[in-house]
Nanobody, 126 residues
Framework: QLQASGGGLVQAGGSLRLSCAAS????????TGWFRQAPGKGRDFVAA????????YFADFVKGRLTISRDNAKNTVYLQMNSLKPEDTAIYYC?????????????????????WGQGTQVTVSS
């Protein structure tokens, strides 16, 4: 199970740290991705971290503002979001690539991930 948390209401320019806590497998054994979905839009890739933590990936529209990290002891992946903009408003989902197909399919593709958390709402006011 993946439990996403940390969303909320923040003013433009502010920061939030989202957490994705895992309770089934240890986060060291699979890659984790973050996606977001704004009202009326599709699910967009945000960031991902490889299973061994050596590689991170970011969507072009968030580069420089976000970092993704992992705490193996807490079995949790974090998404630190800075300089938030109103267009960042969305439900943020974390997902697990349990089958390890990320290198072949791409970490930015939703079909790479076979397990999804329930999402956490991020609202950025102008």
């Amino acid at each position: 199970q993946l439990q996403a948390s940390g969303g909320g209401l923040v003013q433009a320019g502010g920061s939030l740290r989202l957490s994705c806590a895992a309770s089934v497998r240890t986060v060291e054994t699979y890659s984790t991705g973050w996606f977001r979905q704004a009202p009326g839009k599709g699910r967009d890739f945000v960031a991902a971290i490889s299973w061994n933590g050596d590689s991170t990936y970011f969507a072009d529209f968030v580069k420089g503002r976000l970092t993704i990290s992992r705490d193996n002891a807490k079995n949790t992946v974090y998404l630190q979001m800075n300089s938030l903009k109103p267009e960042d408003t969305a439900i943020y989902y974390c997902a697990a690539d349990l089958l390890g197909v990320g290198p072949a399919k791409g970490f930015d593709h939703p079909l790479t991930y076979d397990y999804w958390g329930q999402g956490t709402q991020v609202t950025v006011s102008s």
